[in-house]
């Protein structure tokens, strides 16, 4: 534990420091705590800069057509709108001043709107004649001083009572604003402001603004450009990570530099073809258990799977295994011993994605063509798909019969693709 205030007796005096000890100790502790399952790196001059985006996946959240994505437009008045987010700035300690906290040492902030889960910002009209980039960034200032009040303050010396105004708290502020770029034919992205005077800042997203743009233009999806660099839990709490290549959004890195300035091809060709947003973090596993034509049905044709998240604009990894008509451990009617699977049964795996929605499309597809019919029945192919409102559902054709269990893995969705 950290260590704790003991007062030393009764009737000792109780000092201001032993007020600002008791005080940061408590408004530390969630940040001790983060440090613990993120492990930003050791206390330096040029400290770890993160982000950990609201990013609500759940149905019908607050915002829920951009709930995803930290930086979104899609409104005829030039206005971007930043959600909200938790900026980390790992530790500035070095070693000889502290060895605990030159490790531990991380501090963290909120941004959030006011009146609005986001904050909007306005991108500056473009009349030059060639498209640019801008920036939004977000400037974390540690320790700065927060609200004042008129308090009522004793003279040590003269023994007077004043009413003063007093800083009487310290917080992390977090802002956001817009860098404008350079307009060229061939834009390049403009870079963050230099940290300095004990502010930190953090790149979010880039935004493409061409030629024409003004007042009441519209910042498309595919204008949004998110690099703000998200935190993955550390390994070494047991936790295995998810996300992309840092190559495939990094300004100049691999992806950028080979697939930039191409001509127009597709609704996203304002981001390189091969670009996944850096808030495409984490990942997501639910474990289906079908069973069909072996009595009373758990699902029939277009019955919901799963509802309980937003699944659109997600990459799939799936494994299913079955193939017999037995029932599975878990299943009241069977006995353990008979249960499935007993040895060897049918399996199989495969690849989907949501990023298109509706009966026709696939997240996991149970081929009769290709093998299936050991695991869903001659004849008969077992679907899951993801509906225009975002649930798992199941499309079931021809007469399976057959219990099926399908590990279906996720990836976090690609925000600003779409609706999302």
Same mark, same amino acid.
């Given at each position: 534990m950290e260590t704790k205030y003991k007062h030393p007796t009764n009737g000792a005096e109780f000092r201001s420091q032993d007020a600002d000890f008791i005080s940061e100790t408590a408004a530390m502790a969630d940040d001790r705590t983060l440090w613990e399952l993120i492990r930003t790196m050791p206390g330096s001059s040029t400290p770890d800069k993160l982000v950990i985006p609201y990013a609500n996946r759940q149905l019908d959240a607050p915002g829920a057509a951009t709930s995803n994505a930290l930086v979104w437009g899609n409104t005829a008045d030039a206005i971007i709108h930043v959600m909200p987010f938790r900026a980390i700035v790992g530790s500035r300690t070095v070693v000889g001043t502290s060895p605990i906290e030159h490790m531990r040492g991380m501090v963290s902030g909120y941004h959030v709107g006011t009146s609005a889960l986001y904050r909007s910002l306005t991108i500056a009209a473009n009349a030059s004649g060639n498209p640019r980039w801008d920036l939004v960034y977000a400037t974390v200032t540690p320790d700065a001083n927060g609200d004042t009040a008129s308090i009522l303050v004793k003279d040590p010396t003269t023994k007077v009572v004043s009413n003063t105004s007093q800083t009487v708290n310290k917080k992390n502020t977090v802002i956001v604003a817009v860098a404008q770029g350079t307009a060229a034919a061939t834009p390049e992205f403009p870079t963050p402001p230099s940290d300095g005077a004990g502010s930190y800042h953090i790149a979010l997203a880039y935004v493409y603004v061409p030629n024409g743009f003004g007042a009441s233009s519209?910042?498309?999806?595919?204008?949004?450009?998110?690099?703000?660099?998200?935190?993955?839990?550390?390994?070494?709490?047991?936790?295995?990570?998810?996300?992309?290549?840092?190559?495939?959004?990094?300004?100049?890195?691999?992806?950028? !530099?080979?697939?930039?300035?191409?001509?127009?091809?597709?609704?996203?060709?304002? $981001?390189? &073809?091969?670009?996944?947003?850096? !808030?495409?973090?984490?990942?997501?596993?639910?474990?289906?258990?079908?069973?069909?034509?072996?009595?009373?049905?758990?699902?029939?044709? &277009?019955?919901?799977?799963?509802?309980?998240?937003?699944?659109?604009?997600?990459?799939?990894?799936?494994?299913?295994?079955?193939?017999?008509?037995?029932?599975?451990?878990?299943? $009241?009617?069977?006995?353990?011993?008979?249960?499935?699977?007993?040895?060897?049964?049918?399996?199989?795996?495969?690849?989907?994605?949501?990023?298109?929605?509706?009966? !026709? !499309?696939?997240?996991?597809?149970i081929d009769d063509d290709v093998d299936g019919s050991i695991l869903a029945g001659t004849g008969a192919d077992v679907i899951i798909y993801c509906d225009t409102d975002g649930a798992l559902k199941v499309r079931i054709d021809g007469t399976p019969n057959r219990q099926i269990m399908i590990w279906l893995d996720a990836t976090a969705p690609f925000s600003n693709y779409g609706t999302v």
């Open positions: 519209t910042v498309l999806r595919q204008y949004i450009h998110e690099v703000a660099p998200c935190p993955q839990l550390s390994p070494s709490v047991g936790a295995m990570s998810c996300a992309p290549a840092n190559h495939q959004y990094k300004p100049e890195g691999t992806v950028d !530099t080979r697939q930039s300035g191409q001509a127009p091809a597709g609704p996203n060709y304002y $981001r390189p &073809g091969a670009y996944l947003p850096s !808030t495409m973090t984490g990942g997501e596993r639910i474990i289906v258990l079908l069973q069909l034509g072996t009595g009373t049905d758990s699902h029939q044709n &277009g019955d919901t799977v799963d509802d309980s998240r937003d699944w659109r604009f997600r990459y799939f990894m799936w494994h299913a295994v079955g193939g017999s008509a037995d029932g599975f451990a878990s299943d $009241r009617g069977v006995t353990v011993t008979a249960a499935v699977p007993r040895s060897v049964h049918a399996a199989m795996f495969g690849f989907g994605h949501s990023f298109n929605q509706g009966d !026709t !499309t696939v997240v996991c597809k």
